[in-house]
């Protein structure tokens, strides 16, 4: 998302760090027998974001008049505090009267808002969405997965596209073909053997009749009588 996400958070992983001091007490506790413990890995950019957001979140809903609690929180209440970034935001979004409306490279500065960028806002639900679960939330009483949500991120993605010009296109999964044409080679390899076998036991009886499909082992083997 835009600079809201992190504002007024402080970053908890500060300060954080594994001490050598435990490691050495236990290695000559033990006679130096024990390896010390492995480092403890930081988390990584997303989960760090996603703390920072949900933290963000907490206290937007402890500065809220009247101030709510997380069990009270609603999808009203979620789409309430993406309106409210909206004043951070950086994503001009130029509205109906604006003559560059559906303009994508506006040629000068225009009075429109700055607002946040609908792409900033379906990934912060997102994040916002586990967070909710990993502390403790129930997936179905969700409000980060609220229709009513869903139903504004929607909105908000068509209207900015058309004021934006700048049109929101789902990418389309390709199909995995990796399996069927393993499944292909497999079926083409079966299928020359087979052959291969059965002219090889034409070849033997001297019938002719085994060569309906030609093979290169056929082919080799009539080569060297002829010679």
Not at 146 to 153: G, P, Y
Request: proline fraction near 9%; aromatic fraction near 6%.
């Amino acid at each position: 998302m835009d600079s809201a996400s992190g504002a007024g958070a402080s970053d908890p992983n500060e300060g954080e760090g594994p001490s050598s001091a435990p490691a050495a007490g236990t290695a000559s506790g033990e006679g130096g027998s024990t390896a010390a413990a492995p480092p403890l890995q930081p988390p990584s950019r997303y989960e760090s974001q996603k703390r920072r957001d949900w933290n963000t979140f907490l206290q937007y809903l402890k500065n809220h008049k009247p101030p709510l609690t997380l069990a009270r929180c609603s999808g009203a209440h979620v789409i309430e505090f993406l309106k409210y970034l909206d004043q951070f935001g950086k994503t001009k979004v130029h509205v109906t009267g604006c003559p560059y409306f559906g303009h994508p490279n506006p040629p000068a500065p225009c009075a429109c808002p700055l607002k946040q960028a609908w792409g900033s806002l379906d990934a912060l639900i997102g994040r916002l969405r586990a967070a909710y679960e990993e502390n403790g939330g129930r997936p179905e009483s969700n409000p980060f997965g609220a229709r009513a949500v869903r139903i504004f991120l929607r909105e908000v993605r068509e209207s900015q596209a058309k004021a934006r010009g700048i049109p929101y296109e789902k990418k389309k999964r390709k199909r995995p073909t990796t399996v069927a044409a393993a499944v292909v080679v497999e079926e083409n390899e079966s299928t020359m053997a087979e052959a291969t076998s059965t002219s090889q036991v034409g070849d033997g009886g001297g019938g002719g009749g085994g060569t309906a499909v030609p093979s290169v082992s056929s082919t080799a083997a009539s080569t060297t009588t002829t010679v």
